[in-house]
């Protein structure tokens, strides 16, 4: 179908396939004649059935589904990079390192999942004494939120004129972080 020279109007149209795909077609000129080729096709997944009769809605309705999708998947990945520290053995940095317990990681999972939309997800990191953490940096900015799996967690922060942090935070049902450190992260 790519090669078939395609009428203006046949080009210009959404054409539904039966795989709840949309394929859009981008013409450019190559003769004389107005005749058109397809130089690009794009094929989007949607499910009609889902979306709203508003043509506006439908793509916010879209977009906004598919950027959950990813953070989902994100986050998804996050906790399985969590999760593979279980799999971690004595020695496993080659100075007697230490595995995280599970409780540890637990913890961990346990605030990644509660993370507020606003807050950038973090990197994991573990260290040789068991200590799972979290953290994010760019620039100048950096910050990081440690588990020992006591059932609390410490955190430090540094933006190059300041730094911020505690030493025990009690991990409750409802995970709230200190508001400077929010204030930090939401920097980067």
Known sequence: MMNKMLSKEYISKKISHPDNFLIY?????????????ISTIHITPIRFDKLRNNKHTDKVSYFEKHKNLI?????????????????????????QGIAPQVKTVEESIRLVQKLPDSIPLPKPMVSGTGIVGLFWGKNNIYAEICFEGDGTFWYYGNDGNFEIGEESVSLKEEIILPADLINLINKI
């Open 25 to 37: 077609y981008k013409p450019y000129k190559i003769d004389r004649n107005q005749s058109y080729h």
């Open 71 to 95: 953070k989902e998947s994100k986050v998804q990945n996050l906790v399985t990079a969590l999760r593979n520290y279980l799999d971690l053995y004595y020695d496993w940095d080659g100075y």
